[in-house]
């Protein structure tokens, strides 16, 4: 078993790498593709969201729930954060920030 706080370090860890993820993506299909940068982030989102899942679901959680119904529960919490990021990045850039600060 896992003690919390070294559970809680790994969670943090996963989560700075699915967001590392997503800024790759992001400015890659911003800079390289010319992808407006809302949609370029909601699909640097998407991959970094199955980044979070994989590793969280192996590594910080161990969990041996079948994906039939774990992936549900997850889409539900990834999609709200979804949105939320979209929502925020669109008012951000309409307000004239630059993306990657947005």
């Known amino acids: 078993m896992v003690h919390m ?11 700075a790498l699915a967001t590392a993820v997503q800024y790759l993506i992001l400015v890659v299909l ?5 992808l407006q940068p809302a949609m370029a982030s ?5 991959f970094g ?5 994989a590793l969280n679901r192996r590594i910080t959680f161990r969990s041996r729930e079948p994906h039939v119904v774990a992936v549900p529960k997850f889409a539900v919490v ?3 954060g979804l949105l939320l990021n ?5 008012a951000l850039l309409a307000e004239g920030i630059f993306y990657l600060i947005a």
């Open 5 to 15: 706080s070294a559970q809680f370090a790994i969670f943090a860890g996963v989560g």
């Open 30 to 34: 911003v800079q390289l593709v010319g």
């Open 42 to 46: 909601s699909v640097g989102f998407v």
């Open 49 to 53: 969201a199955a980044v979070n899942y």
């Open 78 to 80: 990834a999609s709200a």
């Open 86 to 90: 979209g929502a925020v990045l669109f």
